[in-house]
């Protein structure tokens, strides 16, 4: 297991026993005086250095204070003026009108990267800062109902890369009209009150990530989105877009289009013009069928269409994914897969519990790369499932089916997988001698089945009766 890695999201992963093992060795830096060590994140270890006048040690800082707990701005800046990592939420700072209009020469934490201030009371605060080389700016779930010097703060963060404004609720303006030409990733998240993405967005050439998940008063996307090299990630859950246009040569290198939840939405067949896509979800809309262009998606990995409510059926041209790896159909109404999916050759996982459909599909009979199979919960599914061709499998669920027999070979019998079947599911192992299958009989005679009466685990060898 990797002790450290990049998630789908793009976000930096580490194990527990890693983050351990970093802390202890900043510790060691200065076991007795915390204040003198580079990184602190204990609130017994900070406290202690509020109080210091000059703190040049610390570069990094990781505070979350109470609403009761408020200090001076002028003297916690001035003491860590080396930090380049601050995290200090819910933090109150009392501040003076002069630290807003201090001239740059006065200006505090020259050497900071990133900020992470939510629940911020008050941003002029951010005012009296050297943003001239931040590059992450987190003021998420801010309670400052005064946003007029936004722009100045925009002006003085001319290198900033990434802007979170998650859950700002008084956020009546999207900040695409004032942000640096060099954002990467603008994230505008449950801000309820926006009304709209502005079309100002086309000057930033270097966006590649667009989050306004839940902004449930935005009802399109602006056209000059479209013009956007960059982007690759766009994210508009839970919005009232009712459709988007992917006209041809636009949207070159998006990977990424997250659309759950959007009640309203639409799909055109222009969707098969986005060449770079990889991943689509469209869980919970309200769909009635899926554009035959989504077979153009060549790059397309993952595919997922959970709680589809009005999704019974799939276009034939499901099967010109090629790379196609995960498909998730959990809770659609969909009834049947097409033939196609048959030329599927990488797809992986296949979910579809409490779907409506009523037979093992004979098109994933032999998709040698498939690894997991869900169809629990599935009543109307019936008659007999013959895994004989499915090689790498190694997970199968069928509980709550009307599945009567599974079909295996010796092989996959011998070898250990994870399987939930119901009781009155027979096993039978093509190709085996008549004793094989009268020890085979035996066992499924003496089975005695755990808390978890539906859990099977296929014995290997050694263990069988």
């Not at 570069?59 to 009761?68: P, Q, R, V």
């Not at 019974?312 to 159909?329: A, F, R, T, Y």
């Not at 008549?434 to 009989?441: A, M, Y």
Request: hydrophobic share 35%; net charge positive.
């Amino acid at each position: 297991m990797s002790l450290a890695k990049t998630r789908e999201n793009n976000e930096l992963w580490m194990h527990n026993q890693l983050k351990v093992l970093g802390r202890e060795i900043v510790k060691e830096e200065n076991p007795r005086k915390p204040f003198k060590r580079s990184r602190l994140w204990n609130q017994e270890d900070i406290e202690p250095a509020l109080n210091k006048r000059k703190v040049d040690a610390v570069e990094a800082l990781s505070a979350t204070l109470d609403n009761s707990h408020s200090f001076s701005e002028r003297r916690f800046f001035r003491s860590f003026s080396n930090l380049r990592f601050l995290r200090m939420n819910h933090a109150i700072t009392k501040g003076n009108k002069q630290s807003a209009k201090n001239p740059k020469k006065n200006l505090f934490l020259p050497r900071l990267k990133w900020l992470e201030w939510q629940w911020c009371h008050n941003i002029s605060s951010l005012l009296a800062l050297d943003l001239s080389d931040l590059v992450v700016l987190d003021l998420s779930r801010s309670t400052s109902r005064t946003w007029r010097c936004r722009r100045r703060i925009m002006k003085k963060a001319k290198n900033l890369k990434v802007l979170i404004l998650k859950d700002c609720a008084w956020l009546v303006e999207c900040p695409v009209s004032y942000a640096p030409v060099n954002l990467e990733r603008l994230n505008l998240e449950h801000c309820s009150t926006l009304p709209g993405v502005g079309r100002s967005i086309s000057k930033l050439t270097n966006l590649v990530s667009l989050n306004i998940k839940f902004c449930s008063f935005v009802q399109e996307l602006p056209e000059d989105i479209a013009a956007l090299a960059a982007l690759k990630e766009l994210y508009i859950d839970g919005t009232s877009i009712r459709t988007i246009d992917f006209p041809e040569g636009s949207y070159v290198k998006l990977e990424i289009l997250s659309a759950c939840n959007c009640k309203s939405l639409s799909l055109s067949n222009s969707i098969g013009n986005l060449k770079s896509l990889s991943y689509l979800a469209l869980d919970d809309t309200e769909l009635s069928e899926l554009p035959c262009s989504i077979g153009l998606l060549k790059n397309l990995r993952t595919l997922s269409l959970r709680n589809c409510r009005r999704l019974w059926k799939l276009p034939d041209s499901i099967g010109s994914l090629e790379e196609l790896q995960v498909m998730d159909l959990s809770d659609a109404i969909v009834d049947e897969l097409p033939s196609s999916v048959k030329y599927l050759r990488n797809l992986r996982v296949l979910k579809m519990p409490r779907t409506f459909i009523r037979e093992f599909p004979g098109g994933i009979m032999n998709l040698e790369s498939l690894e997991e199979i869900d169809f629990s919960g599935c009543r109307c599914l019936t008659g007999e499932c013959d895994i004989t061709g499915l090689f790498s499998l190694r997970i199968l669920f069928l509980v709550y089916t009307d599945i009567s027999q599974l079909i295996v070979t010796e092989r996959q019998y011998c070898n250990p997988q994870n399987l939930k079947l119901d009781d009155n599911v027979r096993i039978s192992i093509t190709g085996t001698t008549k004793r094989i299958q009268h020890q085979l009989n035996r066992f499924e005679m003496r089975t005695q089945f755990p808390a978890d009466r539906h859990h099977v685990s296929v014995p290997t060898m050694s263990q069988r009766p």
